[in-house]
């Protein structure tokens, strides 16, 4: 009987590294890798933010988790490990996850990272601070509620993928 794929996820705040760290995973492992970016809906889908009319790009429904979900059910059915990464992992409740990891990146940060970025949308000047922070302030709240998270610094990305392969590599201990 082969054994259960172990499904990853890697969550934290917009331009935490998330990806980096997945990047510099995938240069050492062949693990199946998620990107909860590709699975945002169409823009007519995205929910707007009241009052602007903009895209809301940091809410849950602007996800098709049930096309994301398909995807890492086929992946996990074909790799012994499936890293699925995402800002918005922790706030589902029907995730089932063997590791949990929460890039903890400071605020200033990810700004600054963020306001290197170029986006096919233009965001609202005050865009970073009044959604997507707040959305890695519920994000981290609801990462603390699990029982598998560990929060990783969000400074070194070599270090953050030396902890996953470590904590995913290194077999439980039972008691």
Not at 24 to 34: C, D, E, N, V
Not at 38 to 54: L, M, N, R, V, W
Request: with cysteine; charged share 20%.
């Amino acid at each position: 009987m082969a054994a259960r794929p172990l499904v990853v996820a890697i969550g934290g705040p917009s331009c935490s590294g998330k990806t980096s760290v997945c990047a510099q995973l995938a240069s050492l492992r062949s693990w199946a890798f998620i990107h909860q970016d590709d699975f945002y809906k169409p823009i007519e889908q995205i929910p707007t933010i009241p009052g602007s009319g903009a895209a809301d790009w940091d809410c849950p429904e602007g996800i098709d988790w049930v096309r994301m979900d398909q995807e890492m059910k086929l992946k996990s059915s074909e790799h012994c490990v499936c890293v699925v990464e995402g800002h918005m992992l922790s706030l589902r409740r029907d995730f089932q996850t063997t590791h949990f990891f929460y890039i903890d990146a400071p605020k200033e940060a990810c700004a600054q990272r963020r306001a290197t970025r170029s986006y096919d949308y233009e965001e609202p000047v005050d865009y970073f601070e009044t959604t997507v922070w707040p959305c890695a302030q519920r994000t981290r709240s609801a990462a603390a509620a699990l029982s598998n998270c560990v929060f990783l610094d969000g400074v070194s990305i070599s270090d953050m993928a030396s902890a996953i392969l470590s904590a995913v590599e290194t077999p439980s201990q039972s008691k």
